[in-house]
């Protein structure tokens, strides 16, 4: 599986970027379910933008979801050291630095921004994490996937209420947390809170951690630096943890960049009761 993940991301990352960005200029991928979904998304989002501001963002978006994927692909082949070169710039970074010197654990929550696995790889290079694990749908990818994020002393666990045990049991061990917290997550194990100006059913587990811990809780995301470079945004948890502030600190990254985020996801699949879902419309 690591020769076909290679073989599929041979290339530099950015010279692979150009080429797929000019690839996608003469495919018309709008016909795309997934294109769709992000156009949605998109719309919901950012209701201030005329049509025309919307659509453009939502191609940008498309794009950069492809070479994203391309960019997953590379990070999951390649040894994490070559990884951590192609990350050219941390914004923020003393406030891990100045977790780590604590020694007391720490929480890390990430989010879909560009490559999910590149922004893992990088953290694992600082830090040994425990986190939780979805299954991939192929089963062969699935065990590789799960081998390469459990190197270097990484721990996950399912996506369940055991998990979750194991989540509070490291935590208390002094260990380090990263998971993503962006996800829809499973009925009962969520609530509702704004997202982008829209009530999206959120994970509590995060907030939960850090205010029955008192950990330190610092949001993540890999971004687009200058010049076509990858570069990784740091943002330390302010006041009292909740499902809203959560969103609030991921929309604040987001709109740094949004056509980096992965809009593709049906984040707002799961409505208030009496709201319609907007994908089915």
């Known amino acids: 599986m690591r020769v076909l ?6 290339l530099p990352l950015r010279l692979a970027r150009r080429i797929i960005r000019g690839v996608l200029k003469i495919i018309p991928f709008q016909m795309l379910a997934s294109f769709k979904i992000t156009h949605i998304n998109i719309q919901i989002a950012f209701e201030e933008l005329s049509d025309k501001e919307q659509l453009d963002l939502a191609k940008r978006s498309f794009v950069e979801t492809v070479c994203s994927a391309y960019e997953t692909m590379f990070s999951l082949s390649r040894p994490p050291s070559s990884i951590s070169k192609n990350i050219v710039r941390v914004d923020n970074r003393f406030l891990m630095s100045e977790a780590f010197k604590k020694k007391d ?27 939780l ?6 089963k062969f990818v699935d065990v590789y996937v799960r081998a390469r994020r459990e190197q270097m002393a ?36 969520g609530e509702y809170a704004l997202f982008f100006n829209r009530e999206a059913y959120t994970t509590t587990l995060i907030p939960s951690l850090a205010t029955k811990t ?7 995301a890999l971004c687009r630096g200058s010049g076509d470079s ?10 009292a943890a909740s499902a809203q502030s959560m969103n609030s ?3 604040e990254i987001i709109k740094k960049n949004p056509e980096d985020y992965s809009w593709e996801y ?4 799961k409505p208030p009761e009496g709201t319609l879902n907007p994908y089915n419309i």
């Open 5 to 10: 993940f290679y073989l599929a991301s041979i």
């Open 105 to 131: 654990g720490l929480i890390l929550s990430g989010m879909h921004n560009k490559s999910v696995d590149m922004l893992l790889q990088w953290v694992n290079c600082q830090t040994a994490t425990v986190g």
């Open 133 to 138: 694990y979805k299954p991939i749908k192929n």
């Open 154 to 189: 990484n721990k996950i666990f399912p996506t369940s209420y055991q998990g979750v045990k194991e989540l509070f049991k490291a935590i208390s061990k002094q260990q380090v947390i990263l998971m993503a917290s962006d996800q829809v997550p499973k009925d009962g194990m």
């Open 214 to 220: 008192g950990k330190t809780l610092i949001y993540c």
């Open 230 to 239: 990858l570069k990784i945004i740091m943002k330390e948890s302010s006041g």
């Open 249 to 251: 600190a991921m929309e």
């Open 266 to 269: 049906k984040r707002f699949k």
